[in-house]
């Protein structure tokens, strides 16, 4: 058991994490991050980034790597440990699994999980058939056969945008009607190339390599087989937020609320990227959260 002291403590090594603390490193602070799964967050799943400002094509692992790297040369210490608690007294303490660091602020880039289906063959074809965002992959579809599945706003938003660049779309809702706004479902329903199965769900995913096949469970038929080259799950996101929900103020879905220069109710605590409660979630938007976040922990501290 140890109690370390850095000045800034960033919580979860994805891109905005790791974003921040390049910032903060250059701005001659100590930074220690820590991270409970794997460097580099949601990004090191996806095969293929087309939309990241600078690289015509990336793979999510190789950013992701860079960004290791130049955190490390700066002198950023990272350590693979789960945050369960953040405690404020005199002094900021971050609990981990293992140990107890203390810091003067803290970023908060935890960070957030798509809802997956639960079934066989998923997680394995993330990124070879399965997605889950189709501003960043959806263009791999142009004039293919695709499926999303849900029905709120942003699969029905989801739905759209594939509408206009591939064959087919079929929309797989469990329910009787789609949840997402008037305005969207009036807009789907003109759309001659989309197929909406209602009382429906999704019971196997077939493919070895890359997606093939699905079937589906119908409300009149038993089983229906729909030929698909992708598949985009659309049932939301959940934000990595449980072991800070009682200190932070958060919103209705759980996403911590801060101002524009992404300040939580609490002062000298931050925060930055998906985790974090906003419209757009984007590489590039992390970026824009982890640079603002860390400029805001340097000035906090040198104003303590
Ligand atoms: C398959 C896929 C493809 C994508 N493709 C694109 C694309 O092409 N273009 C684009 O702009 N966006 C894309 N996105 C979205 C983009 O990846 C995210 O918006 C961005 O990575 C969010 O970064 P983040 O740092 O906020 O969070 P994350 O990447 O989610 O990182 C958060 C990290 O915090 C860690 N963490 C969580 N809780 C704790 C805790 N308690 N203690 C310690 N660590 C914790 C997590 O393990 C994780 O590593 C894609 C997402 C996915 C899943």
Not at 65 to 85: A, D, F, K, P, W
Not at 249 to 257: A, R
Request: charged share 25%.
């Amino acid at each position: 058991m140890s109690s370390m002291k850095y000045d800034i403590i960033i919580i979860g090594c994805g891109i905005s994490g790791m974003t921040a603390a390049i910032y903060a490193l250059r701005s001659d602070k100590s930074v220690l991050i820590l991270e409970k799964e794997s460097i580099g967050g949601q990004i090191s799943s996806s095969p293929l980034i087309e939309n990241y400002p600078g690289y015509q094509k990336i793979s999510g692992m190789e950013l992701s790597n860079n960004l290791y790297e130049q955190v490390i040369n700066l002198g950023g210490v990272i350590e693979l440990e789960e945050v369960t608690e953040i405690k404020i007294g005199k002094e900021k303490e971050v609990i981990t699994t293992d140990n107890t660091y203390k810091s003067d602020a803290i970023i908060i880039a935890t960070g957030a999980k798509h809802r997956l289906l639960g079934l066989e063959n998923e997680i394995n074809l993330i990124g070879n058939g399965i997605h889950f965002c189709v501003t960043c992959d959806g263009a791999f579809y142009k004039d293919k056969d695709v499926c999303v599945v849900g029905g709120g706003n942003s699969a029905v938003t989801n739905a759209l945008m594939l509408s206009d660049i591939c064959k087919n779309v079929y929309i797989i809702q469990n329910l009787d009607d789609l949840t997402a706004e008037k305005t969207l479902k009036d807009r789907i329903n003109k759309k001659e190339n989309v197929t909406i199965y209602y009382e429906s769900s999704v019971k196997e995913i077939k493919g070895e390599e890359e997606l093939e096949e699905i079937v589906i469970s119908t409300k009149d038929e038993k089983e229906k087989k729909l030929k698909v080259d992708g598949m985009f799950i659309s049932i939301g996101l959940e934000p990595q937020s449980n072991f800070v929900k009682q200190l932070l103020k958060v919103n209705n879905f759980d996403y911590i609320e801060s101002d524009e220069n992404c300040m939580t109710n609490i002062k000298g605590i931050f925060v930055a990227g998906d985790v974090r409660s906003k419209k757009v979630r984007q590489l590039t938007t992390a970026v824009n959260d982890g640079t603002i976040a860390a400029i805001e922990a340097v000035e906090y501290i040198n104003n303590l």
